[in-house]
């Protein structure tokens, strides 16, 4: 895709939380060439567009500067950029720090990364929802498929948004499923794609890293570990994008009613508290919810710290 006599490309892996993003940034990692900083949402979380200001965009740079991933980077905010003058000053710090091809991993803000970096290239990277939704529930964020799979569903859509304006030169599309069936393969697909040579260093990173080496039995979890009606609920709620995205659905999908809706809210809140409060204990799980409830901003990110690094503590 690039070549040395041209400025390397941004790249972004982009697919939804707990699609195997993670891994998969240990596998690029690995190779000799690439740069890998991590997750970087916090560049468009907080970037909005301004037509008062020259570039037509602005940041928060109060809230950015609060964000717990935006400060474990370590990037200095400057006092007179702002918009895509201050985005492209912190990608350049990003990529100061360690020489290759730079990619970045993101799981939402599909339009503004397409409207401010349109020459971008895009790995998106797809995992059976059911899943997703499945993970999302080990994690706590979630207490139900039908809600689980929200996030799936919000990124795939904002996908859809730039699809038919970025040119097929600028993506590639690699399923989990494929990845870890066929680690090899795909992986010399998508060296090529980005214009490096394959390294077989690649196929290594479980020896460097808490993650072990592509386990099949990860795919489709959701048939051993899902009951029919959570299944019928949540494809009846994420059925057509299932579909476009080559996902069989498994054939008795509906839609909740009211009443049904509202039962499987309360089931789902019930279940995350109960996670948040076995994992982190009653005080900090409540100073959390209530801070942020109450605006007390200091203190919600000194709580938020708190559980983050608890989180980060349990994950590989």
């Known amino acids: 895709m690039n070549s040395s006599s041209e400025e390397a490309p941004i ?32 560049l468009f979380d907080y970037l909005a567009r301004d037509a008062s200001h020259p570039t037509g965009w602005r ?84 207490g139900t498929l039908y809600y689980g799979v929200d996030h799936w569903i919000n990124t795939e859509t904002e996908w859809d948004e730039i699809f038919g304006r970025v040119s097929h030169r600028q993506v590639i599309e690699l399923k989990y499923e494929d990845l ?13 794609f980005l214009g490096v040579p394959f390294s077989a260093a690649m196929l290594k990173y479980h020896e460097t890293s808490t993650y072990g080496p592509p386990d099949p039995s990860l795919i489709e979890q959701w048939r051993r570990c899902s009951e029919p009606r ?18 069989a ?12 809706r509202l039962g499987l809210f309360l089931v789902d809140r019930a279940r995350v508290w109960r996670f948040g409060i076995r994992r982190f204990g009653v005080k900090i ?5 209530f801070s942020r409830w109450l605006g007390l901003t200091r203190f919600h990110n000194h709580v938020g710290n708190q559980i983050q690094e608890a989180t980060t503590r349990r994950l590989k």
């Open 180 to 192: 870890f069936t066929d680690l090899d393969y795909n992986l010399r697909r998508v060296c090529e």
């Open 249 to 260: 659905l498994a054939g008795k999908q509906r839609s909740a009613g009211p009443i049904e």
């Open 59 to 142: 940041y928060d740079k109060a809230s950015l500067s609060t964000d717990r991933v935006f400060r474990a980077k370590q990037i200095t905010l400057s006092p007179v950029l702002d918009g895509l003058d201050q985005l492209t000053d912190m990608l350049e710090q990003l990529k100061a720090r360690s020489p290759g091809l730079m990619v970045l991993t993101v799981h939402r803000h599909a339009t503004h990364i397409f409207e401010t970096l349109p020459d971008a290239l895009f790995i998106h990277l797809l995992r059976d929802p059911r899943d997703v939704a499945r993970s999302s529930i080990g994690m706590g964020w979630a």
């Open 230 to 247: 959570e299944i019928a609920l949540m494809e009846g709620k994420a059925d057509l994008l299932m579909q476009a995205r080559g996902y």
């Open 11 to 42: 790249v972004f892996v982009y697919g939804a939380l707990r699609s195997g993003t993670t891994v998969f940034r240990l596998m690029l990692k690995a190779h000799e060439g690439i740069s890998c900083p991590g997750e970087v949402d916090f």
């Open 285 to 289: 799980y409540l100073s959390e919810k």
